[in-house]
């Protein structure tokens, strides 16, 4: 089942500006991770923040996360249009064995960032 | 970061004909592959994970039957849709993780296979 909930659905910015996504979820959880999608194309792995971090940076990329809360965001400074995609965060279970790698995905958030 | 190769892109099929997607990871071992399925404009959805050497594990909801699961070697999973109805298509993305990785590491994606059933 899915568990995170993104918000806003869709996001809608210009070029330069910030954009900031965020994601709740309902389970404890290892770390947590965010992806990027293009239309139609497979998954790019952005970052990934574990339960023992709260902030992360890679490049325009800052994510935070809060276990009390259950919450994580996504921050992208400076956008550009080629950021435009959908963004994911997904979450993988505090579990051992076979369920390494099982993510639960949230709902995404459409950015469109306009020139 | 490791490549996980999926083949095909993109496939169109009869209605009640089978199709077969690969997933190879081609740098690393997999002992756990897992297979995803989204609609347009939704979400991941997990159908099933894939263990090398042993049977599938399916998500509640998801049909054993119809879409079949073989992990016959580290590096390989396949997933076959059978009998495959309009409702089937859908975009369908695998992800492994490296043997030996434990939880806290990133899974790689394979790029999607785009199948339209008319």
Known sequence: ?115 | GAVVSQHPSWVICKSGTSVKIECRSLDFQATTMFWYRQFPKQSLMLMATSNEGSKATYEQGVEKDKFLINHASLTLSTLTVTSAHPEDSSFYICSARAFGQGSGTEAFFGQGTRLTVV
């Open chain 1, 1 to 115: 089942s899915q568990q995170g909930e993104e918000d806003p659905q869709a996001l809608s910015i210009q070029e330069g500006e910030n954009a900031t996504m965020n994601c709740s979820y309902k389970t404890s959880i290892n770390n947590l991770q965010w992806y990027r999608q293009n239309s139609g194309r497979g998954l790019v792995h952005l970052i990934l923040i574990r339960s023992n971090e709260r902030e992360k940076h890679s490049g325009r990329l800052r994510v935070t996360l809060d276990t009390s809360k259950k919450s994580s965001s996504l921050l992208i400074t400076a956008s550009r249009a080629a950021d435009t995609a959908s963004y994911f965060c997904a979450t993988d279970p505090n579990a051992g064995g076979t369920s390494y790698g099982k993510l639960t995905f949230g709902q995404g958030t459409i950015l469109t960032v306009h020139p």
